[in-house]
């Protein structure tokens, strides 16, 4: 697993973002670390949590160690003091549910007070880690610049994913996933939809080619039979890269269906069995288009 960002680093993709934006990442993380802690230990305790369940319900169930809030003293500060007396940037402040005790400790500290068992506080701590690196995740696309996907526009998206979008923080690959998941339907059916937009675009514009080479016949118009291997890379060469260099934003089944058909036409052509120009054409186009390098 890749390590989270370095303080440093943090801090500087940190005061790229306004307050709004600040605050709300850093309610995002808090509450899911939250929820990571309650999920680990229901699960250790192997205890089944209603999903529609209340976080204060569940806690009432559990009747253990319960994690009540993450303090952060800031970039380069340790105000915060561990039971131990280590002064903490970050502190956990815990407390027993039945025995009403509370902690408030650094992350080296928690299993020695609470005696939650070591591999139940290494789950914890590495499920904590994981959403550190969504919050990396989320800070590095901000820096490159996101924007939501098309065809989210047109959804009643969750309330807390439509509030991240509208405040111009992205979405990390996590919650688009969540996303994709909820609307698959429709989904499918509105990418269609812009495939076949797309494709008769496609086909206007080619046959407004056509038009143009009939009436004045191009020499370099190549009949099927003199199209090489070495004459389509002089010619898409360039196309062709940029789409290999992008592959890996191509998230939708149909495009990657035809990602993999037009590298499988390029090896018939190369070794000289049938090939239709025309397909490929239409293909690598529509590739160009789904990537926006068209
Ligand atoms: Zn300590």
């Known amino acids: 697993m ?35 802690w309650l999920e680990r230990l229901a699960r250790k305790k192997g205890i089944v949590l209603d999903k529609d369940q209340s976080a204060e319900d569940a806690w009432d169930k559990l009747n253990d160690w319960e994690l009540k809030e993450i303090l952060d003293g800031g970039y380069g500060n340790r105000p915060y003091k561990c039971e131990c007396g280590m002064a903490l940037r970050f502190c956990y402040i815990v407390r027993h549910r039945k025995e009403n005790r509370t902690f408030r400790l650094g992350e080296t500290c928690l299993g020695n007070y609470t005696l939650l068992s070591p591999d139940l506080i290494r789950d914890i701590i590495n499920g904590f880690h994981k959403i550190d690196l969504e919050r990396d995740e989320i800070l590095n696309k901000f820096e490159l610049g996101w924007t939501p996907p098309l065809d989210y526009a047109s959804l009643s998206l969750p309330e807390d994913i439509q509030r ?8 990390s690959y996590l919650q688009t996933n969540r996303v994709e998941n909820l609307f698959k339907p429709d989904l499918i059916r509105l990418r269609k939809q812009r495939e076949q937009d797309n494709l008769a675009q496609l086909h206007a514009r080619k046959a407004a080619l056509t038009a ?47 990602w993999e058909q037009l590298q499988q036409m390029i090896q018939d052509l190369q070794r000289h069995d049938p090939f239709d120009y025309s397909t490929f054409l239409s293909d690598m186009f529509e590739l160009l288009y789904e990537l926006d390098l068209y």
């Open 2 to 36: 890749p390590s989270p960002l370095v303080e440093k680093e943090v801090n500087r993709l940190y005061q790229l973002l306004n307050e709004a934006q600040i605050s709300f990442l850093q309610d995002y993380i808090k509450q899911s670390k939250k929820s990571k």
């Open 212 to 258: 143009r080479k009939t009436s004045q016949p191009a020499p370099s118009a190549p009949s099927a039979e003199l199209v090489t291997y070495e004459w389509m890379i002089s010619r898409h060469g360039e196309h062709l890269t940029q789409i290999k260099d992008n592959e890996h934003r191509l998230k939708n089944m149909v495009m990657l269906a035809k």
């Open 164 to 171: 991240q979008i509208d405040i111009g923080l992205p979405l």
